[in-house]
């Protein structure tokens, strides 16, 4: 599963580890919701980075008090055709203000690349290497973008109003 | 009529590439079907029974003649020479081989026409009045706001991959023709009390088989604030909205099972935070939608001027002109209905030599405009009341002036058993067998206003809850069998219809109907009582009595 990080290949430097694994030492490590919640506390101790997998039923405002000790969110696709991640992530960038990276994991597929982009992430899971190679081409399949959303592309009705994402932020 | 710039064009040809490299993909394996299905669907191709359709949009309702042309170019080249115009503003083309799918979107795209989110679960083509910009009654032309909203909605980022597809209906006046209270979102727009424009909006609306009336959760919202709370309802809709079960995942569900205030409470939070964001409309951008916006150079006109008076004399075109023609706003015009419900005929359908009559019509007669309403029937919104004989003349010729809007024949019918692949009945051939009963015109007209609406299946694309007679088909036993319900009704006091008893096969249906027809005739209080209000007053168990009696 090549990782895409702002629209290049790049090596993958966390670790996924279930939650009955034990967390290696020193290295970055990508966990889920549970064992984060309950091991938050212990977690803040911990010298390496830690990213979490927040899924996509569960409101993603009740992340906003971790986001000091996360070094990574990942959101969750778990078909193509489920979008509530979308939302999750816009709120993120929007609403609760984190600016670290924001994976889009599972069924990660070429033609939602550019709306995930377009939504705030700016890592990307993709399922099939071929998806991967042709990344530049699918984000850059349009040059017209009609409602503002979180990436900063020019939207028509942006042009029209004449305002920044600055303004959604604000 | 909207003009298109370049920017629009420009979209349109990307779509059109990105369609036709995603079709490329599927054929070379590296999409499966189940990758492919949502990215076609969003291209208006469904499978059907027989073939691949192809449903194209018609945003608001609005056409110009050399797009209407165009469709019957498609119609006859890729179909089999006709058309089906659908209850949502929409046209279908029931035959085209997947092979030349393609050319045949490119040939529309050349004339501004695609198939884009027609179906999906995203926002769908925005419909509204087809009235728009002709009827006195309205407050605003309601299209720009529905030009606003597929703007704003066409490739969302967000709105995309909902748990279902979402419709949303715009009137700008008191008698509603977009049937908005039974969409995902309905939208009022009038004025308050100090003369701002701004919208009632309802959510939760639907048919289906689980069909509810939209219920009001604002009054008013102030018209620059439409996306920012679109924005609002759609996002909780995203996040919350049931994707266990493709039955329960409208947002009608959501809407009922946490109650409209409960709903309502989550939008206006949502809503909070970001009104005074990038979707604030100012004055000057809806401004700019509104300009590109070509409205008519009407002439200074009498209304009834010499030639048309003359021409009523002629008791045929003065029953056309009684039943097809209302008032416009400008005085010496009249918008003109075309019936596509000649007796016997698929209800919606238009051949090609047909389409290309109305364009030139449209041409000749009516600033070259045309529209589609969700009767299925089209409209000339334009025209000038001197050219009224001359239209009707040639309507005539081409099988296009048949009285009967809003009569007993002006049936809305979904495809039903002949073309979808949902269908457990025909209703097609339901339809055409009660317009063949009530054929005489004269007792059509006799009976008055009365809204039939057919369904194949419990998917409802006919409206049947919310026709006058409301026509269910059902499969038993592997036969047809028909639900037959009455008082429905889809404009500004919309309501879902009430069982009249038990389901009868399909021979029995036109005998019900008549039936169900004559014991109004009998009931009703005098002529003036349209059959929806017998209904109203007196129930459906004296239809019941007499009906079943007889049957």
Same mark, same amino acid.
């Given at each position: 599963m090549p990782l895409i990080e702002k629209g290049e290949i790049v090596a993958d430097l966390y670790v996924r580890v279930a939650d009955d694994e034990p967390l290696p030492e020193g290295v970055a490590v990508l966990i889920g919701i549970d064992r984060f919640l309950n091991e938050a506390e212990a977690l803040k101790g911990r010298q390496a980075p830690v990213g979490v997998i927040w $899924? @996509? @039923?569960? $409101? %993603?405002?009740? %992340?906003a008090p971790h986001l000091g000790q996360l070094s990574l969110i990942a959101l969750n696709f778990p078909s193509f055709r489920d979008g509530r991640a979308y939302s999750q992530a816009r709120l993120l960038r929007e609403r609760l203000g984190w600016t670290g990276p924001l994976r889009a994991i599972g069924n990660v597929l070429r033609d939602q690349f550019l709306l995930m982009e377009r939504s705030g992430f700016d890592q990307i899971d993709a399922v099939k290497p071929a998806d991967a190679a042709a990344f530049d081409e699918a984000v850059q399949a349009y040059t017209v973008f009609y409602q503002p959303a979180t990436d900063a592309r020019p939207s028509l009705l942006r042009q029209r109003l004449g305002r920044t994402l600055a303004g959604v932020r604000s | 009529m909207y003009a298109y710039d370049e920017f629009d064009r420009a979209f349109l040809a990307e779509r059109v590439a990105e369609f036709r490299d995603q079709v490329g993909r599927r054929l070379s394996g590296a999409l499966s079907e189940d990758e492919f299905k949502p990215l076609r669907l969003m291209n208006g191709v469904y499978l059907q029974l027989h073939a691949y359709m192809l449903r194209i949009a018609i945003p608001y309702g609005t056409l110009n003649a050399a797009q209407l042309r165009r469709m019957a170019h498609v119609a006859r080249v890729y179909d089999r020479g006709y058309g089906h115009f659908t209850t949502r503003q929409n046209i279908q083309f029931n035959w085209i081989k997947l092979e030349e799918l393609p050319e045949a979107m490119a040939s529309l795209a050349e004339v501004g026409v695609h198939g884009i989110q027609?179906? &999906?679960?995203c926002i769908r083509n925005v419909t509204t009045d087809q009235w728009a910009a002709a009827?006195? +009654? +309205?407050? !605003? !032309?309601p299209r720009i706001w529905a030009e606003i909203l597929r703007q704003y909605s066409t490739l969302h980022p967000e709105f995309t991959y909902l748990p279902r597809k979402f419709k949303i209906a715009i009137t =700008? =006046? &008191? #008698? !509603?023709? =977009? =049937?908005?209270?039974? #969409? !995902?979102v309905g939208l009022r727009l009038h004025r308050n009390e100090a003369g701002e424009l701004g919208f009632e909006v309802l959510v939760g609306g639907g048919l289906g088989r689980t069909p509810f009336v939209g219920k009001s959760i604002r009054p008013f919202l102030p018209a620059r604030e439409l996306l920012s709370y679109i924005e609002a309802i759609m996002r909780v809709y995203n996040q919350y909205g049931r994707r266990d079960n493709i039955y329960k995942a409208r947002i009608k569900i959501l809407v009922h099972e946490i109650g409209a205030e409960e709903f309502s409470k989550a939008v206006e939070a949502e809503w909070a935070a970001i009104r005074d964001g990038a979707l604030h409309l100012t004055d000057e951008a809806i401004a700019e939608i509104r300009d590109r916006f070509i409205y008519p150079s009407f002439e200074t006109l009498e209304n009834e001027p010499a030639a048309l008076t003359e021409a009523l004399k002629d008791s045929r075109f003065a029953t056309w002109h009684r039943n097809s023609v209302q008032a416009h706003k400008v005085p010496g015009y009249s918008i003109v209905t075309i019936s596509l419900k000649p007796v016997g005929a698929p209800p919606g359908d238009a051949t090609a030599d047909q389409m290309e009559v109305v364009a030139d019509l449209a041409e000749r007669y009516g600033f070259s405009e045309i529209r589609v309403g969700h009767e299925q029937n089209l409209c000339l919104p334009h025209v000038a009341q001197k050219d009224l004989p001359a239209l009707w003349a040639a309507l005539e010729a081409a099988g296009l002036a048949t009285p009967n809007v809003n009569l007993v024949n002006d049936i809305i019918a979904c495809p039903g058993l002949d073309y979808c692949a949902l269908a457990n009945a025909r209703a097609i051939p339901v339809a055409q067998e009660i317009a063949k009963r009530f054929a005489d015109l004269d007792r059509a007209r006799g009976v008055g206003r009365l809204h039939i609406n057919i369904s194949g299946c419990i998917n409802a694309c006919g409206h049947h809850h919310v026709g006058h007679i409301g026509i269910l088909g059902v499969e038993k036993n592997g036969q047809e069998f028909y639900q037959i319900t009455l008082g429905g009704r889809a404009d500004e006091h919309a309501q879902l219809g009430t069982l009249l008893g038990p389901a009868v096969s399909y021979e029995q249906v036109p005998g019900l109907v008549e039936d169900v027809v004559d014991t109004y005739m009998e009931l009703r209080a005098g002529p003036h009582e349209l059959f929806i209000d017998t209904v109203a007053r007196l129930g459906v168990e004296p239809f019941k009595e007499r009906v079943y009696a007889a049957h």
């Open positions: $899924p @996509n @039923n569960r $409101p %993603i405002a009740e %992340i | 027609t179906s &999906g679960n009827t006195p +009654e +309205e407050c !605003d !032309d =700008a =006046a &008191g #008698h !509603d023709r =977009a =049937a908005i209270k039974v #969409h !995902d």
